[in-house]
């Protein structure tokens, strides 16, 4: 990473698309991001066309004094592969390259992303360019990072043309060896779908009825797969040429095509490209969410915010910009959750092709903009943060997240197509951001033992060796909280036999008798205990002081709660108790919430659907795993998330996403805020910090002897 951190501080810029303009204008574009503080900007994503005029020449000369020109003025630059958008000589020398959908047409050109993931030609003529570029700028002094393609998966996810059924039929040989085992894996038995060799198997194209659902999986792996191994391609000829200098791919925040617990092996820096709709009043906590995986992804280490609209994009049906102030705040908030940088999409607005409206760093209005104010500032916000570069976050709550387990979920014929995994997800990020609390993502195959408290909102495909270290994980302490329709496939997506939750059933302490999804629009009541769990494996004290259990055993103050989309016929087994009981609906009186004490710790079960009510679940296992919030008693609204520096001293984020002034109090002992230092503002708020609508403050506690 040595040739990125010769970039002092924070990252802060954008893609810049200099081929579109004549060069006299470049001369205006490195004085204003000198100007703005810009130290990082990407180039060349979309130049292929121009570095490679035909099969035989190359132009270098422009991007040659690009270079230079940019380093002369202190920029660093973000290299692109340039390999996203074949030129049109490449595809109509290779026709085949184009992509195919599953209905057997072919995409033509005239837009970007326009290739097989599989095809030879597409992969030989973006290897060839890649080492082109890499063996000409390898030492360029202006080099910082490398930036292979952009957004894999953006537009092409997938292609059914015959060199994909190719790719497809040997990548199915490497995973299950012969074509019995394959058979085996894909159930053939049903519907007279067997194979007598790999040569008889196609992608799963349009069919008159649903596909193997085995065959989809093994689809969608391989399709991740492919353009991983396109990624690779381009990686290693990066690694061998232009050995030192990082490499990364701008990723699309929680993308179900892809998967990035994979992916990002293969990345020295994880980059991302995030744009929450300004009109969506609940982005920020996506956001938020996006930006937490990110982070997870190389264990905690810093991410950087490739790409951003400085207001608004072009491609939604209205595009509303960000109103004064919520640009910083945003980009305030990819810092608070661990990037060490900010990008754009893009440098200087462009005045032809599909993107012309989609907002930049400099507007098409010029310096005389808003846009252009906001720039400034932005960079200077940044300057007076460089100090947290580095640092990182501590999360004591993790949710477990695997990619195999979302494409098996989505499969079609289940018993209810509302089990989304961003649908279930979704509610309980929620809950948990909206009590102050920083979660890391992992993946099944993690060891969570750091964590008090692991979340597995769902975990439809589960194999036992995942469900082996849940328990060891249990046994040692931790708590699990698990949701419903879980534990019922296999990798093969084969029913776990002997009841669900198959490989779970005895960590959890439940039994599903049957599934019962609930129909749109209607909701099942619930009724949760609130005064805890009845035993005490915690050590932690319980209120025994709440009222007297009623008949059912459950107290006589439950809160009540509503299921939506799915609930569960569930039957507690060994030492589970139940904490909340279904109060309507077929399963009235049945228990909904369970908690099974196993050796140290505990493992929670919501067999419902709680959408907006998951909060009160959570807050009883919050309690017993001991997890609280980075902040306690913050204003509605306020996100306050902390960096930790390795010299000790902390960056507490504050961050006003409401649209009203909140005061966050600083006084209380033992914070040490009182003496902390804003570094936006350069003082000290004192025992309050006044936050403005869209307001925040990054407060530095520098080291004490306790602390470090
Ligand atoms: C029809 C078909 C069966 C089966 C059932 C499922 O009756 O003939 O093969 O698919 O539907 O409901
Ligand atoms: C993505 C792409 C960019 C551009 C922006 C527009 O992030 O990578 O090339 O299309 O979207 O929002």
């Not at 390259?97 to 597409?122: K, M, N, W």
């Not at 109090?665 to 350069?682: F, H």
Request: net charge negative.
């Amino acid at each position: 990473m040595d040739r990125l951190t010769r970039v002092p501080g924070l990252l802060y810029g954008g893609d810049w698309n200099p081929e579109q303009w004549p060069e006299q204008v470049w001369a205006e574009d490195v004085k204003l991001m000198a100007e703005a503080g810009v130290n990082l900007v990407t180039v060349g994503v979309f130049s292929w066309a121009r570095l490679q005029p035909d099969a035989e020449s190359w132009d270098f000369g422009w991007l040659d004094r690009l270079l230079d020109l940019v380093h002369r003025h202190g920029v660093a630059v973000d290299l692109a592969t340039a390999t996203a958008s074949p030129p049109a000589w490449l595809v109509r020398a290779h026709p085949e390259l184009l992509p195919v959908t599953a209905d057997g047409v072919r995409l033509e050109f005239g837009s970007r992303q326009h290739y097989c993931p599989s095809s030879p030609a597409y992969r030989q003529a973006a290897v060839r360019l890649t080492r082109a570029l890499a063996e000409r700028y390898r030492h360029h002094p202006a080099l910082a990072l490398w930036h292979i393609h952009n957004e894999y998966g953006d537009h092409v996810q997938e292609c059914f043309c015959p060199a994909s059924a190719a790719d497809f039929r040997h990548w199915l040989r490497e995973r299950h060896g012969g074509i019995e085992e394959l058979n085996r894996s894909w159930g053939t038995a049903f519907w007279s779908q067997h194979y007598n060799s790999f040569e008889q198997i196609e992608p799963p194209r349009t069919a008159p009825g649903p596909v193997n659902p085995t065959q989809l999986l093994d689809w969608r792996r391989f399709c991740s797969d492919a353009l991983l191994a396109l990624h690779r391609a381009e990686k290693a000829v990066l690694d061998e040429v232009s050995p030192g200098v990082p490499v990364t791919t701008n990723f699309m925040s929680m993308l179900k095509a892809l998967d990035y617990w994979e992916w990002s092996r293969h990345e020295d820096l994880v980059s991302d490209d995030a744009y929450p709709d300004p009109a969506d009043p609940r982005a920020h906590v996506n956001a938020a969410m996006n930006y937490d995986l990110m982070r997870s992804l190389k264990g905690g280490r810093p991410w950087l915010l490739m790409e951003q609209a400085p207001s608004a994009v072009s491609w939604r049906p209205v595009n509303v910009p960000k109103r004064p102030g919520l640009h910083r705040l945003w980009s305030l908030q990819a810092l608070a959750r661990g990037a060490d940088g900010v990008l754009h999409f893009q440098w200087r607005a462009s005045v032809a092709g599909a993107e012309k409206f989609h907002s930049a760093m400099l507007p098409h209005r010029g310096t005389a903009s808003r846009g252009w104010q906001d720039t400034l500032r932005l960079g200077t916000d940044l300057r007076r943060l460089g100090a947290i570069a580095g640092s990182r976050l501590r999360a004591r709550a993790a949710v477990l997240l695997d990619w195999d387990s979302w494409w098996a979920l989505e499969l079609d014929d289940h018993p209810s197509a509302r089990m989304r995994w961003l649908d279930l997800l979704r509610p309980w990020y929620a809950a948990l951001y909206q009590r102050g609390v920083t979660v890391d993502f992992l993946p099944p195959g993690a060891e969570p033992d750091g964590y008090p408290l692991l979340l597995a909102p769902n975990l439809y495909l589960l194999d036992t060796a995942t469900a082996d270290r849940l328990t060891a994980y249990v046994r040692n302490g931790g708590r699990l909280v698990c949701g419903p329709f879980s534990g019922i496939v296999d990798r093969h997506d084969h029913i776990h036999p002997g009841g669900h939750p198959g490989p779970l059933r005895e960590l959890l302490g439940i039994v599903v008798d049957e599934h019962w999804p609930i129909p749109d629009g209607e909701t099942t009541g619930l009724a949760l205990d609130t005064t805890g769990p009845a035993s005490d494996a915690t050590g932690l004290a319980l209120d025994t002081t709440g009222p007297a259990p009623d008949a059912t055993g459950l107290a006589l103050d439950a809160v009540a709660l509503g299921a939506e989309r799915w609930s569960e016929w569930i039957e507690t087994e060994g030492a589970a108790e139940t904490l909340a009981r279904y109060t309507s609906g077929p399963l009235a009186g049945r228990p909904a919430v369970t908690r099974n004490p196993l050796g140290a710790g505990s493992a929670w079960y919501l067999s419902a659907h709680l959408g907006a009510d998951t909060g009160p679940v959570l807050d009883l296992a919050l309690a017993e795993a001991g997890v609280g919030a980075e902040l306690p008693g913050l204003p509605e609204g306020v996100e306050a998330t902390r960096r930790h520096a390795a010299d000790g001293s902390q960056y507490l984020f504050l961050l006003n996403h409401g649209p009203v002034e909140r005061r966050v109090p600083l006084d209380t002992p033992g914070t040490g805020l009182l003496t902390a230092t804003d570094l936006l503002t350069g003082t000290a708020p004192g025992d309050t910090l006044i936050l403005a609508p869209l307001g925040a403050a990054v407060l530095r506690l520098p080291a004490t002897e306790e602390r470090a």
